[in-house]
């Protein structure tokens, strides 16, 4: 009886994969005609171009172009507007100067106060150098001694 079942089994296995190889060879096919009809009907893809950028002195030219070949085409004359340079007055500049002046004042005033009082140094005393380098003397004797007595 086992061996019946173990036969059945196995001649499953083969019908499977007869049918696992037909079904590849047919998506092999199936691949091959979408690659065919893909190239005859896809355009061609052009990379992405760099973003160009453009001065502000560029794109006024630019402009000022287009309103002349308008204005060439309606028959009327260009006329550009006019640049406007601001000006201070000597009042507002005479303010702003002694704001400034001001300011710094301030701040050399605020680091003047902070360099009064530097800090001191802490040191180590002769008295307190003696002893720690005697507790190192100390310490390295026991660590001789130990390795004296292990040997």
């Known amino acids: 009886m086992l061996d019946n ?33 893909g190239d005859l009907s896809a355009e061609p893809v052009k990379p992405a171009a760099r973003k160009r950028k453009m001065s502000v002195a560029g794109r006024k030219a630019m402009a000022a172009a287009a309103r002349a070949r308008w204005a060439k085409i309606k028959g009327t004359k260009v006329v550009a507007p006019a640049a406007r340079k601001r000006k201070m007055s000597a009042a507002g500049r005479k303010a702003i100067a002694a704001a400034a002046r001001a300011r710094w004042a301030k701040i050399r005033a605020q680091g003047s106060a902070k ?14 150098r003696k002893a720690i380098v005697a507790a190192i003397k100390a310490r390295w004797a026991k660590v001789r001694a130990a390795k004296a007595q292990a040997k």
């Not at 196995?10 to 009809?37: C, D, F, H, T, Y």
């Not at 360099?115 to 307190?128: D, M, V, W, Y």
């Open 5 to 37: 079942i173990v036969k059945e089994l196995r001649q499953r296995q083969q019908n499977i994969s007869v049918q696992i190889k037909s079904l590849k060879a047919e998506s092999r096919k199936i691949g091959m005609a979408i690659g065919a009809l």
């Open 115 to 128: 360099k009064a009082a530097p800090a001191k140094k802490r040191r180590l005393s002769a008295a307190g």
